[in-house]
């Protein structure tokens, strides 16, 4: 790729911007770490993005803020993949190419990580994806710190067939997230002698949910299954209540609330809703409460605080922790540190270890309702692990694997 | 039986919904023979007109119904006297500089409020038939469709100035011997027309939200929607509306509104092979 003389200058420019960003002592030796950043903080996607680029900045200042890494400063380069699939090759290209970075912590959707994955791992670029997903990747290069079914939708099946009923109605973004989940919440199901009766897809642009509302009532389940994603799938919940539905059949989403969409929601629209995640702004712990207090200091509003800007968090927090311990910011000590199974973080919504056969993490797993525009928690369960994506995935054995499991119906 | 009654009411309001996004446009268009490639944008910032009024505390309807279309037909105004009224006539050129005022208008609009997505919630409660929930709100965008058509319609046909307008679009000459300027005519019906279109977009915001780059998603059915329907304004989008938005549901509900809208687009290829110069080309000919 030819780069122009006005793209060179705007990014010398906005790296000198970032770096005068951090007013923190130079650490004495040798040059910056850098960690690579590629996120959708405009767009259609921006609702997830946008607090995941400020979670990025703020862990990346409090590491710095401590004295850095082996005694070197952190130096962050952030992309804006602007909710753009060709934005996310072509930066991801720049940050192995020309940035070289140390380790990347990108992507929002599955589609953005599938499309960068091989990249970072052609360049040997430790690469963490920090976004609840569908699970089943299987690949040493990447380390994975959000929720997977056996975590995310498990725990709502569980509960939501105990307290409804066994006929379900799926519906889920039409891509390779939204599929695969809706495969989980049949197996799941099915495990339970439940059935879904009806699976609906939607590309991500639809944006009139009345057919789709009226089938769902023609349908008749004892409760809905959403995992919709983005900005105008919104439209959905705000359809669904508009119609009065949400006092008829309850709604439950595997992805509600992580794009703050409670708050988008007014609160009688919303109330209802129920969801299993890593993370509630309403975790009592202290951890969290000084997360929030550092986040107000240095933000302002912790209102838009969501579960995958805690995941980014955590997996910048957490790769920070491997370096420590590794004493070293080469990929194979990190990874030995992992596969030993020392990575661990104590962060805002808990513990987070990475076991060392998947890559995937064990949280704290709440099951969540939604009232009042808040997530309340119903129940914690400590230390869930990605049980899923352990089904088929042994990277200790097989350290060379590079594919992603599906569940087979 | 409820369930034909839901698939109906679907029905009618896809159609109302294709209708109310087409009418500014047909207006432009069908009286110009104008492409005004920036339509989609015009029905955006009737959106976001709706939603900034109505964050500033003014009552919703006030904000749609008027401040919305007043907004959009004075940015109209502004548009065809500083670029429009230089291109009459050169359709390409028209094309090509009402393309790039769409891509402003969006950079704008990104700029002002933000790539981000914006709602306002439906003022009016869901209601129900038999054992189905409807929205309340999809049944007041029929009504404000069905009323602003038979407006159009009656000025059109029964008023002085729906005749000079129609006379204008026979025959600018003709009705430029009678004393009327068909330049002050062409810029009434340009800015009739934007306000048509911030009018739609007010009214949709609260059901579907909003984003800058929203517009695509509205020209696209809008065009075809006008062409598939001819020369007559009020005949030609009601009947395309009709066809499309029966079809369009009927497909959505056997299977995914995907499939409805490939169903849709599939209508329209086939209507234009048909029918080249749309259908009110052929049926309703002395309509309006």
Redesign the interface.
Same mark, same amino acid.
């Given at each position: 790729m030819a780069i122009s003389r006005r793209q060179l200058l705007t990014a010398a420019a906005g790296s000198t911007a970032l770096t005068a960003g951090f007013s923190f002592p130079a650490p004495a030796q040798g040059s910056s770490i850098k960690l690579g950043s590629i996120l959708d903080n405009s767009g259609l996607l921006d609702i997830y993005g946008k607090p995941m680029v400020m979670a990025t900045a703020m862990a990346v200042e409090e590491i710095n803020g401590a004295g850095g890494l082996l005694g070197r400063k952190v130096e962050l380069k952030q992309y804006d993949s602007q909710s753009d699939i060709a934005l996310y090759t072509k930066y991801a290209q720049q940050l192995v190419r020309d940035d070289k970075v140390d380790v990347v912590h990108a992507g929002i959707t599955s589609a953005s990580r599938e499309a960068i994955r091989q990249t970072f791992r052609r360049a040997n670029t430790l690469y963490f994806y920090n976004v609840l997903y569908e699970g089943g990747v299987c690949d040493r290069n990447c380390v994975i710190t959000g929720t997977t079914p056996a975590q995310a939708v498990e725990p709502i099946i569980d509960y939501a067939m105990k307290k409804w009923g066994n006929k379900i109605y799926t519906i889920a973004a039409d891509y390779n997230y939204g599929q695969i989940t809706a495969k989980w919440v049949a197996h799941y199901a099915e495990e339970r002698k439940g059935t879904v009766v009806k699976t609906d897809f939607f590309p991500l642009d639809v944006a009139d949910f009345g057919s789709t509302i009226a089938k769902i009532q023609d349908a008749a389940p004892n409760f809905v299954v959403s995992a919709l994603v983005g900005g105008s799938h919104m439209a959905f919940y705000r359809q669904w209540a508009a119609s009065g539905m949400n006092k008829r059949i309850p709604l439950t989403s595997t992805t509600f609330g992580v794009g703050n969409e409670h708050l988008a929601l007014s609160a009688a629209e919303g109330d209802g809703i129920l969801i299993a995640g890593n993370y509630s702004q309403e975790i009592p712990d202290a951890a969290n409460k000084e997360f929030l207090a550092r986040w107000q200091k240095k933000f302002g509003d912790t209102k838009i605080v969501h579960e995958i800007a805690v995941s980014q968090y955590h997996g910048i927090k957490l790769w920070a922790e491997c370096v420590k311990q590794a004493g070293s910011i080469e990929r194979e000590a990190i990874l030995k540190v992992i596969e030993s199974g020392a990575a661990k973080v104590d962060g805002p919504a808990g513990l987070v270890v990475i076991e060392p056969k998947t890559h995937h993490a064990s949280l704290d797993i709440r099951l969540m309702v939604v009232r009042d525009q808040k997530l309340s928690i119903i129940e914690t369960a400590k230390q869930r692990p990605p049980s899923d994506t352990a089904q088929y995935c042994d990277l200790l054995k097989n350290p060379n694997e590079n594919k992603q499991f599906e569940v087979k119906i | 039986m409820d @369930?034909l009654a #839901? #698939?109906l009411l679907?029905i009618l $309001? +896809?159609i109302a919904?294709l209708a109310l996004i087409s009418a500014g446009l047909a207006v432009v268009f069908g009286m110009m023979r104008v492409i005004n490639l920036a339509h989609g944008e015009f029905v955006m910032l009737g959106g976001y007109t709706t939603i900034a009024s109505y964050k500033a505390g003014i009552n919703i309807y006030v904000a749609m119904l008027l401040i919305a279309p007043i907004v959009v037909g004075a940015v109209g105004l502004l548009v065809e006297r500083l670029i429009v009224r230089f291109l009459y006539g050169r359709m390409i050129d028209t094309m090509l500089a009402t393309w790039g005022l769409s891509l402003l208008l969006t950079g704008l609009v990104?700029l002002i409020f933000?790539?981000? *997505?914006v &709602?306002v %919630? *439906?003022p009016?409660?869901? $209601?129900?038939i038999g054992? $189905?929930? +409807?929205?309340? @709100?999809?049944l007041f965008i029929v009504a404000v469709t069905i009323l602003l058509f038979l407006g159009m319609w009656v000025v059109l046909r029964y008023t002085r100035v729906g005749l000079i307008a129609r006379g204008a679009m026979l025959g600018a000459d003709i009705v430029s011997a009678l004393g009327h300027n068909p330049r002050i005519i062409y810029m009434l019906t340009f800015t009739i027309g934007a306000a048509l279109s911030g009018l739609a977009g007010g009214v949709l915001a %609260?059901?579907?939200?909003l984003?800058p &780059?929203v517009g695509g *998603?509205y020209i696209a059915k809008a065009f075809i929607t006008v062409i598939t329907g001819g020369a007559g304004i009020v005949a030609g989008t009601l009947s395309t509306a009709g066809l499309f938005g029966t079809v369009n549901?009927i497909v &959505?509900?056997a299977s995914? %509104? #995907?499939i409805?809208e490939i169903a849709m687009l599939l209508l329209a290829i086939v209507l234009l092979r048909l029918m080249p110069q749309g259908v009110t080309g052929r049926f309703f000919r002395n309509s309006t």
């Amino acid at each position: 790729m030819a780069i122009s003389r006005r793209q060179l200058l705007t990014a010398a420019a906005g790296s000198t911007a970032l770096t005068a960003g951090f007013s923190f002592p130079a650490p004495a030796q040798g040059s910056s770490i850098k960690l690579g950043s590629i996120l959708d903080n405009s767009g259609l996607l921006d609702i997830y993005g946008k607090p995941m680029v400020m979670a990025t900045a703020m862990a990346v200042e409090e590491i710095n803020g401590a004295g850095g890494l082996l005694g070197r400063k952190v130096e962050l380069k952030q992309y804006d993949s602007q909710s753009d699939i060709a934005l996310y090759t072509k930066y991801a290209q720049q940050l192995v190419r020309d940035d070289k970075v140390d380790v990347v912590h990108a992507g929002i959707t599955s589609a953005s990580r599938e499309a960068i994955r091989q990249t970072f791992r052609r360049a040997n670029t430790l690469y963490f994806y920090n976004v609840l997903y569908e699970g089943g990747v299987c690949d040493r290069n990447c380390v994975i710190t959000g929720t997977t079914p056996a975590q995310a939708v498990e725990p709502i099946i569980d509960y939501a067939m105990k307290k409804w009923g066994n006929k379900i109605y799926t519906i889920a973004a039409d891509y390779n997230y939204g599929q695969i989940t809706a495969k989980w919440v049949a197996h799941y199901a099915e495990e339970r002698k439940g059935t879904v009766v009806k699976t609906d897809f939607f590309p991500l642009d639809v944006a009139d949910f009345g057919s789709t509302i009226a089938k769902i009532q023609d349908a008749a389940p004892n409760f809905v299954v959403s995992a919709l994603v983005g900005g105008s799938h919104m439209a959905f919940y705000r359809q669904w209540a508009a119609s009065g539905m949400n006092k008829r059949i309850p709604l439950t989403s595997t992805t509600f609330g992580v794009g703050n969409e409670h708050l988008a929601l007014s609160a009688a629209e919303g109330d209802g809703i129920l969801i299993a995640g890593n993370y509630s702004q309403e975790i009592p712990d202290a951890a969290n409460k000084e997360f929030l207090a550092r986040w107000q200091k240095k933000f302002g509003d912790t209102k838009i605080v969501h579960e995958i800007a805690v995941s980014q968090y955590h997996g910048i927090k957490l790769w920070a922790e491997c370096v420590k311990q590794a004493g070293s910011i080469e990929r194979e000590a990190i990874l030995k540190v992992i596969e030993s199974g020392a990575a661990k973080v104590d962060g805002p919504a808990g513990l987070v270890v990475i076991e060392p056969k998947t890559h995937h993490a064990s949280l704290d797993i709440r099951l969540m309702v939604v009232r009042d525009q808040k997530l309340s928690i119903i129940e914690t369960a400590k230390q869930r692990p990605p049980s899923d994506t352990a089904q088929y995935c042994d990277l200790l054995k097989n350290p060379n694997e590079n594919k992603q499991f599906e569940v087979k119906i | 039986m409820d @369930y034909l009654a #839901v #698939v109906l009411l679907e029905i009618l $309001y +896809m159609i109302a919904f294709l209708a109310l996004i087409s009418a500014g446009l047909a207006v432009v268009f069908g009286m110009m023979r104008v492409i005004n490639l920036a339509h989609g944008e015009f029905v955006m910032l009737g959106g976001y007109t709706t939603i900034a009024s109505y964050k500033a505390g003014i009552n919703i309807y006030v904000a749609m119904l008027l401040i919305a279309p007043i907004v959009v037909g004075a940015v109209g105004l502004l548009v065809e006297r500083l670029i429009v009224r230089f291109l009459y006539g050169r359709m390409i050129d028209t094309m090509l500089a009402t393309w790039g005022l769409s891509l402003l208008l969006t950079g704008l609009v990104t700029l002002i409020f933000g790539n981000t *997505a914006v &709602s306002v %919630p *439906a003022p009016i409660p869901g $209601y129900q038939i038999g054992r $189905y929930q +409807m929205g309340g @709100y999809n049944l007041f965008i029929v009504a404000v469709t069905i009323l602003l058509f038979l407006g159009m319609w009656v000025v059109l046909r029964y008023t002085r100035v729906g005749l000079i307008a129609r006379g204008a679009m026979l025959g600018a000459d003709i009705v430029s011997a009678l004393g009327h300027n068909p330049r002050i005519i062409y810029m009434l019906t340009f800015t009739i027309g934007a306000a048509l279109s911030g009018l739609a977009g007010g009214v949709l915001a %609260p059901l579907t939200g909003l984003l800058p &780059s929203v517009g695509g *998603a509205y020209i696209a059915k809008a065009f075809i929607t006008v062409i598939t329907g001819g020369a007559g304004i009020v005949a030609g989008t009601l009947s395309t509306a009709g066809l499309f938005g029966t079809v369009n549901q009927i497909v &959505s509900f056997a299977s995914t %509104p #995907v499939i409805g809208e490939i169903a849709m687009l599939l209508l329209a290829i086939v209507l234009l092979r048909l029918m080249p110069q749309g259908v009110t080309g052929r049926f309703f000919r002395n309509s309006t």
